[in-house]
């Protein structure tokens, strides 16, 4: 099949490699022309496990191709959307300007039958909107409008599209689930499709992301409690996770959710909820405690250098979870913008998102080459990332001024630090 995406981010990119490594020819379009200019010189535009491997071998077969221009939506059975819906600054809902461009831009480009699956993340009612932006711009076109939601983890991005646990699509058009079968014909494995109402299929996305997101929220909030009731957080997620109506998946505490899609997506849902007077409390509650968790652990840091003059901070983790260089609302981030609003001396590494974290924090704070650099001379080692190598680190390689660890990730085993001669914080211990 040929198929059009809309979109080469973190969502579109993946979804064309694995496409094309299906067998599909795929082309992928995106408005930023120095993204589309890297891509066809060979150079990948984000990181992702297996991306660059899948990504350089259909380049060179020829199945997978870059573009600027939206006509090469015309030869297209099944055209993907997979633009951004950032949160509107002020009302958080979300900004849905990019998908209505995105529609009005393809529609005078299409001559024959075609989906236009939405693989954004929007809120209920969105398909409807779409395809009368096509149908306005195009009367003659002959397409359905389906939606197609994204549940990819990235990290785990190419893994999570040839493993899904499902794929949600919304249509009732039968014209439409014969070429949605035809797409997943080629799978080796045939996923588990469920067809749903357009409208459904749009809110099981928002609602499984605020799941997530209140589970996180969840533990989070029972770790802290852990450290004043003097038990122990990753006790206590392990006995829970082993109830398989719990499951032990998003019981790990830490900093706060963040990425691209938790945050906005929790505040989207709230503000559609809000809109038709439907009450959505525990989502609410979620927003707000995770909201001011990064306060909460940035006075922790701070606290833990007070009296010491000059105090340096190093810290183990930038990306918003590891094994991913995005810092898209990452609490790292915000925990350090923070800081450095007080003055604090910042030294940190992150294995892969030195350079994404560098064009959001600039000279605020000293980037290091290693973790073991970073730490070099520190009064306190802050960790943020899971970053599993972080807990490998053989602890007497830190030349650390004072023996201190904050571990909000609990990478780092609290006996192994104490018998290394730490000061060992972790959370919910
Ligand atoms: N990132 C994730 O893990 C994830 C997971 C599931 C769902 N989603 C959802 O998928 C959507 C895309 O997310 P993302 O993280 O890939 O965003 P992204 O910002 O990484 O990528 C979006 C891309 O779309 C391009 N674009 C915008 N308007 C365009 C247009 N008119 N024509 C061509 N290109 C255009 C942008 O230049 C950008 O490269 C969002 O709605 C998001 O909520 C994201």
Known sequence: ??????????????????????????????????????LNAGKITLFEESLEELFNKNRANGRLSFT??????????????????????????????????AAEELAPHLSRYAVIANKSTVPVGTGDKVAEIIKSKNPS?????????????????????FHNDRVVIGTDSQKAKKVVEELYRVYPERPNILY????????????????????????????????????????????????????SKFLNPGPGYGGSCLPKDTNALACMARSVGANL???????????????????????????IANPKIAIWGLAFKGGTDDVRESPAIQIIEELVSKNANIFAFDPKAMKTAHMVLGKSIKYAASAVEAADGADVLVILTEWAD????????????????????????????????????????
């Open 68 to 101: 600027t221009e939206m006509h090469a939506v015309a030869n297209a059975d099944f055209i993907i959307i997979a633009v951004g819906t950032p949160p509107h600054p002020i009302t958080k809902e979300a900004d849905m300007k990019y998908v209505y461009a």
């Open 390 to 429: 972080f807990g490998s680190i053989p602890l007497e390689k830190l030349n650390m001024r004072r023996k201190n660890i904050i571990d909000m990730r609990n990478v780092i085993n609290a006996s192994v630090a104490a018998a290394a001669g730490f000061y060992y914080e972790g959370i919910g211990q």
């Open 1 to 38: 099949m040929k198929i059009a995406i809309i979109g080469t981010g973190y969502v579109g990119l993946p979804t064309g490699v694995g496409f094309s490594e299906l067998g599909h020819e795929v082309v992928c379009i995106d408005k930023v022309a120095e993204k589309i200019a890297d």
């Open 281 to 307: 409390s525990l989502v609410e509650s979620a927003i707000v405690g995770n909201d001011t968790r990064k306060s909460k652990i940035a006075m922790r840091i701070l606290t833990s250098v007070k009296g």
């Open 196 to 247: 749903v109402e357009r409208r459904s299929a749009e809110l099981i996305k928002y609602a499984s992301n605020a799941f997530l997101a209140i589970k996180i929220h969840y533990i989070n909030e029972i770790a802290d409690f852990c450290e004043k009731a003097g038990a122990n957080v990753r006790e206590v997620a392990m006995g829970m996770g082993l109830d398989s109506r719990i499951g």
């Open 141 to 161: 076109a002959d397409f359905d409008v389906i939606s197609m939601p994204e549940f990819l983890r990235e990290g785990f991005a190419v893994h999570d599209f």
